[in-house]
Every structure is written in structure tokens, then in C-alpha cells.
């Protein structure tokens, strides 16, 4: 292995190349989960420049046998970014690339490396004068390579869909070490099959992204927001369908919050002033992207909300009235798993259903919970536009967290997992496999997607070096 | 092959297995490429009934060692859904299966047999209340099937993307028989590789899509087209940038039609009366659909037509009064191709290029072939919202145009798609590889892609049943 780390000083520099030996250097944030459910130890944390580096480094370990573990921001939520413990993987950080390569405003596209920063690209996008949609809570940390690895969704893709959608052409190592250069802007291609697709979500198994060309938007002329009070998840569903039809593409965001996730937000940061919930089993957060003008955007949710009164599917409701006010709506909604933490360890899912199935799936699966779990409390709440819901479950209150985790954890998973089936839903919307999930898959996935997963994977990864365990179980 | 005859009588009934034996049946319709330029020869057409049965078809072929060629409307442009002229392929044609298995309204979903004409689901979604997007010119023939197996892409595409962006889930028969039930409604699903957007596109060498699920999306209030003329290309490029800013999501077509284009259907169409097309290089068609009414969406139009003049991007323009103005439009456009049959035999490219180098590329290649071919006459259209031109190139006047199409085909190809590589575009962008281009690939495709893509047709189709000779050259 010291030949290997000679080699991997050789290509990068020795100054990026970090190892344990030298005791002053402090690996735990390539080696710690972001969620801190796993910590390992790396042979080394390897930070290539270019995408040249990569392949020799592909190549490098690929000779000598080492596995790989492609790393962005390391903000994963399913520990598929850190090394095992046994010490011998390479960590194959891809920070250090994050130059913008090219903007195209014309071709409304950017052409950038993987290591760059997701909201350093929205910025680099704005200053263009256009809007790179692509937005969720780590967007300060985590990478556009590591948002395509793992699909990530976030809060529009109701309207422009997950990272998969936003991407036109790629750059990747494969596990051979070689370069392919599917760098297109083109919206049209139609040359064979769809290795961009493959390799996005394959969660750094079959390739390492090293860079991508992602489609811009023109700016919105306004956005507004609004937060309604909605009688009951049918409620919610209805609310959706008319504001697909009055909103169009101008609904950018639709989340919703059932009632005890706002309480924990009231309860734990009373300075946000939650608006609204307390009579009333769910809250919707709306917003309206306008192409035209912000008095247009407000005349038409207007024309939106008293439809939907009028239809009884909203009891109350407040637009924003300023941008200000609008981020405080929106960091309500964000503020849900921190006031659920401040409350205490709970256990988290990221299902979907298809969207007309979910007050059926909610009634059923609360009630399933609450009878096996006497006093349980559910942190529903989600991106209910694309039918995805973090469907999460809090100790019951006089119990002890970390108690209800250790127990329960597991029987938990199965119940809603098995719930998620029944409903032909999935049991990770937009966060992925990783190590998390992978021992589930055979249990949810269609056998014969599996099976054909298991021919990709050996077809494109013979020796098992890239991301091993990740996605397939080991 | 006998016994296999008699094997698929037994699995879809006698009446379904269609052959050359019986001097009564014509198999011409299965057997003739849809634009006449191959002709082969089937063992039999075998039609079946349901997806049970495609599966019992395809494990009778694998056992006999058969291939398989996929039809649906067969009426791709590439020859990539005939069979050879050996008579010892199956024709697998899915048009049986036409049964629209469900329509989700909340979650804007509809689950269709792969054999379904577009035509009819088009028709099916308006009658649920929803608009199904994909459009083009085949529509009244060709099934979801072969839309999905080609990726096809159409004139809604800027808007709502090519076939692929319109797919959630797929019902797929492996080419070991093996059915993949993929159907899924879900926006998000991160479990694993993304086989569906492998098999699009992959032109049924991959496996046999039996259904499909796909998007719906609201209908729109109002529907507008208008017509504009350009004084050059750089001015229809940015037209297109306007009109993405004044339109947003609204904009849903834009069409640029060289003058030789229009001259062609103005001489052989007169009764079609062609707009604005004498004084001008180029005209566009534009299309806004608008969520709200036809009085904003005019109103939009004309805002953004008014922008156009003011910056000299536009030098003239009319907005349909009325939907049969919209149709008339329309049909000019969709008359190029026929009134360039009319004019006689010519050489069809289906090209994109990154929109900001169009201009570029069209200049530069434009003065190429004329240099090249002295008196050759370039019929350039296409969807310049996505980039994509039908760069087809007429004999010159006074030449023989089949003598023209033998002694330049080759030579013309070469020189079209080494212009195309040069501005990093790509030889076909929405009708596919089939047999038609599939020896081009290995000299315009990356190589590592095409190892990719090997593998992982080696890995799938390891007996090289499906299709063989399509999209990978034999």
C-alpha cells in the first residue's frame, strides 16, 4: 500500500495526498457520515486537480486493487460518501474542481466541474442573469458531482425536476480509468444509449463524475410565496391539482407540513413565528415563479386561493409580501428537522407515493404506527408536489430517544417500508442507497431490476473498486 | 425454425404468428421500412396479446437461438424496427397491446400498453382533462412503444423535453424473457440505476418495453402561434432568448424555416399561402401556451414580438387569429418535408448543434456544400428551440436527383457530420442510430462511450438477440 500512496503522491502532490501517518492531520471530514451514523478510516484522502489526475488515479488503484470511495461535499444523508473502517479505501475527494468552465447563455447552459460548490453555481448563474434551479438544504456544502451522483431533489423540482433533469452531458472516469467526454450541451442526442442517466445515481459505483453540463433557466421576473391552511391531506392533494392548472409551470415549490412538524418549529424557535397552524392538521407552502411580473404572480395565486376556498380545500392562507417575508415562510418549512433534532433523536424516511395515493398511505400508516407504538408522534412533511414525504417518527413524548431508537429503529423501518410497497411507493425518494439502505434492496426492489442492476455493475466494474457495498450490498 | 413457429402459435395463437407461407399474407407492412429504403425479410411477425405472452416470446426465440426486431408503428426514420433480408428474424410488433391501463388525474400519470397509437393517447389524456405533450409528425401511426424506444422527440420539446422527460416507469421484457415491472408513478425514486432511461432509447436492442408510464400535465387555457420573420439566423437565436425570457415555460414550440424551405412548399403547395417568406432568409413559429387566457397570452405575444422589432430581431410577424390560423401555420411547417418530396429524391440530415453555434455552423457549412457541390440547394428547418435542424440538402436544379442521391450520399453525409463533430453536435438527435447510422458511430461517437456501450449490450443481451446490428454496428 506504501507503493500505492507513493504513486498517488506522484500524480496529485504530496500535499494532496492526506493519510493517518501524519498525526496532525485530521481526516474526520472526509471520514465522519454527515449525519454521524458512521465514521471510518481511510487509506487515504486523495484531492485530484483535474480530471486527468482522476484517471491516473482511477488507474493507480485500480492496479493495486483499492477500492474507491468518490466523495463531494460529504453531505450525503445514507453513508455513501465515507470510507469503511478497515482502512484501506481511498477517499477520492473531488473538491479541489470547482471551476465554472463555461457559461452559454445562448444554449442556456454551464459547463462546470464536479467539486463545485451547488451554491456557489446558483450565484455563478444569477450573476449571468439566469437561475440554475437546482436547490436544497446543503446547497453551502454540498457538490453539483455529488448531486448528480445521487439524483438529489430539494424543493423545485415540481417544476424542473431532480438533478438527473437538469443535466445534459457529463464528464466521467470510468472504473478502468478512462475519460469519457460526454461534455454535450445538446438538448437533442440520440447516439446510443443513455450512459448519462446510468451514471447519474449511480452513487459513484460505476464511474466518478468529473464534471457536467447543466441546463440554466431564465430568471423569474417574481417569486412569490404562500402558506395556506389546508382541512386535511385530501385537502392538500386537491390544492395541488389547481395549482397545477392556474399556476402551470409557474408552480415552482409545494410543500407540505403536518401539524405536530410546526409545533415542533413554534415550540423549539418561537422567534419564527409559524403562521397558521394551530388549527389545522396540515399547512402547504406555495410558491409561484413568474416570468412576467410580480403583480401578475400575485394576481394569480389570488385567483388560485379563492378557487380553493371557494372549493373548501383551504381554510386560510397568507402571501408574502415580500421577499423577506417569503425566505421567513421558506425557513420554517427548512427549520422541521432542526426543531425535530432539538426534540430528540427520531427516525427519519424519505418515501414517495404516487401523489393521489398519499392520504390513503398517511391515514394507513399512522394509524399501523400508533397502534404499535402507543404515543408515537409522526414529522410528516415533504415535497408534496412530487409526492415525496419525510415521513418521520419521534419518540412518544414521556419516552426515552435514544431508547425508542435502539429499539425501535428497525421495526419502525419495516412498517413503513412495507406500508411504502403496499402503496407502490419507494422507500428512498431523494436521498439515495448508500450504505443505509443497500441490505433493504433486495427485500423492495423488483428481482429483476436488481438483476440487472448486479450485470451493469459487473459489466462497467469488474473488480468491485468503485463506492463496493454502496447501492448493491456487498 | 419450425418447431419454433409452432412454439409461438402455441403462445399467441395461430392468427398472431403471421408468415411467409401463406401466399395470402402480406407482410409488407411489417417487413418495408417506412421510408423505403430497406426491405426485409421476416421468419414470421408475431403479434402478441400481452406482456405474459411478449415474455413466452422472446424465452421461445432465446431458446432457438432467433433474434428479435421490435415493431411498433414502424415508422422510424433510421431502419431500425424491419428485419433483415435473412428471413430468419422475428418481427415482434406490439400492436396489440394498446390498452391505456390507467389514468392518475391527482398524479397527472397515465399507464399505457407500449402499442398504443400517440394519436390515442393524446386523445385520451384531453378526454381525462389533461394535455399528453408529445407530438410529431407520425403521430397518427406510431406506438408509445417506439416513441420511447427512439426517444423521440417532436415539436413540443423545448417545453416539455423529448420522450425520455415524459417517462416515469417502464414494463420491460429482459432479453432472457424476464419481466421487469418498473411501472412506477413516482417523481423521485432513488433506488438504484436508472434502467429506465437506459432502455429508452436504446431502440429495443436492450430489451422489449411492453408499457410505459408517463407524464400528464394540465391543459392549457390558451394555445397561440405566432410567425415571425427573421433577417438571419443570429436574429432567430435570439428571438429564442426573448421569447425564453418574455414566455418562461409558456413557450412551447419554436420552429425556423430557411426561405428554399418555404420557397419549396409555396411552389408545390400554393393553396397553403405561406407568410412573410419572400423578403426574408428565415421565418420562426412560436408557440405560447399559456395557463390563464388567450387575451394574456396575446398580450404576451405581443410584448415580446414588440421587444423583437424594437432590438431588430423581427421584421415582421402575425399572430393566428384563430385556431384554424394556428393549424394552417403549422401544417406549412410540417409541409417542408413533403413539398421537398415533391421537389424530388434529396439527402435528410436530423442534426443538433449546441443553439449559440447554429448560426456558426450553418454559415460555415452552408458555404462548404456550395463550394462542394456547386448549385446545391440546402432545405434547412428544424426545432431551433432544441438545437435541432433537419439540414437536408436538395440536388441542384437542373440536376437528375437520383443520380445526385447515388453519387453524393455518402460524400454529402461526410461532410454534414464532420461539420457537426466540429461544432460538437450530433448526428442524429431525435430519430436514432437503427441500421441507417449505426456504422457511423464508431467514427462520430467517443470511444469510451462506445465501449460503454458494448459492455453493457454484452451484459444485458449477451446472445445479441435483440436487434442485432442496430445501434452497435455488427
Known sequence: MNALLDQLRAIVGATHVL?????????????????????????????PGNTGEVSEVVKA?????ASIVPQGGNTGLVVGSVPDDSGTQVVLSLTRMNRVRAIDGANLTMTVDAGCVLQALQEAAEQAGFLFPLSLAAEGSCTIGGNLATNAGGTQVVRYGNARDLCLGLEVVTAQGEVWHGLTGLRKDNTGYDLRDLFVGSEGTLGVITAATMKLYPLPAAQLTA????????????????????LGAGLTGFEVMGQFALSLVAKHFPQQRVPLWE???????????????????????????????????VSDAVVAESLQQAHALWHIRESIPLAQAEEGLNIKHDISIPVSRIPAFCAETDALLEREIPG?????????G??????????????????FLREQEARV????????????????AEHGVGSLKADKLPHYKDPVALALMRSIKQALDPQNLLNPGRVLPR
Open 376 to 384: 408515537v408522534r409522526l414529522v410528516n412533511f415533504g415535497h408534496l
Open 227 to 246: 402558506w395556506a391552511a389546508v382541512p386535511s391531506l385530501e385537502s392538500a392533494v386537491a390544492l395541488l391539482g389547481l395549482a397545477h392548472q392556474h
Open 19 to 47: 493519510t493517518h501517518d501524519d498525526p496532525a492531520t485530521d481526516l474526520s471530514a472526509w471520514e465522519n457520515d454527515w449525519r454521524q451514523r458512521a465514521r471510518g478510516c481511510a487509506l487515504a484522502v486523495v484531492r
Open 61 to 65: 488503484c485500480a492496479a493495486a486493487g
Open 279 to 313: 388549527d389545522t392538521p396540515y399547512c402547504v407552502l406555495l410558491e409561484n415563479s413568474d416570468s412576467e411580473s410580480e403583480e401578475h404572480a400575485r394576481a394569480q395565486f389570488e385567483r388560485l386561493l379563492e378557487t380553493a376556498f371557494e372549493n373548501g380545500v
Open 386 to 403: 412530487d409526492g415525496n414525504l419525510h415521513y418521520n417518527v419521534q419518540a412518544p413524548a414521556d419516552g426515552d430517544p435514544k431508547a
Open 413 to 428: 423501518n419495516t412498517l413503513v417500508f412495507d406500508a411504502v410497497a403496499r402503496f407502490d411507493g419507494s422507500i428512498s
